[in-house]
């Protein structure tokens, strides 16, 4: 059974970083794109960086370019969101999505839709000092 399971939120303050993973199991990671998803109180859930795992290549939202980055671990079947410099308008529920690459056309899909094929539950961040 497909499962993703996101760890690494919590409390962290303005300017400060932090590491979310993405635990993926029961199936091959290396045909999937994965898709790091943000949702901020009282907003719409949207895509904001994404990797193909088969060859690492990633795509950003502008407005985590440059603080960002994605990244893969395929020994551990991990895909980390590695976030610094965090502001406030960050907080939000953290969710990873897998979509079979061989089903999209680019990386930016992910950033663009949410129509993928498996989900995690999600982590909490929140930002205040």
């Known amino acids: 059974q497909a499962q993703l399971v996101e760890s690494g939120g919590g409390l962290v303050q303005p300017g400060g970083s932090l590491r979310l993973s993405c635990a993926a199991s029961?199936?091959?990671?290396?045909?999937?794109?994965i898709g790091w998803y943000r949702q901020a109180p009282g907003k719409e859930r949207e895509g904001i960086a994404s990797?193909?795992?088969?060859?690492?290549?990633?795509r950003y939202k502008d407005s985590v370019k440059g603080r960002f980055t994605v990244s893969r671990d395929t020994t551990k079947n991990t895909i980390y969101l590695q976030m610094a410099n965090i502001k406030p308008e960050d907080a939000g529920v953290y969710s990873c999505?897998?979509?079979?690459?061989?089903?999209?056309?680019?990386?930016?899909?992910?950033?663009?839709?949410?129509?993928?094929?498996?989900w995690g539950q999600g982590t909490q961040v929140t930002v205040s000092s």
């Open positions: 999505a897998a979509r079979s690459w061989s089903s999209i056309y680019g990386l930016e899909y992910l950033l663009w839709s949410d129509d993928n094929d498996f």
């Open positions: 029961g199936f091959t990671l290396e045909d999937y794109a």
């Open positions: 990797i193909y795992v088969g060859d690492g290549h990633t």
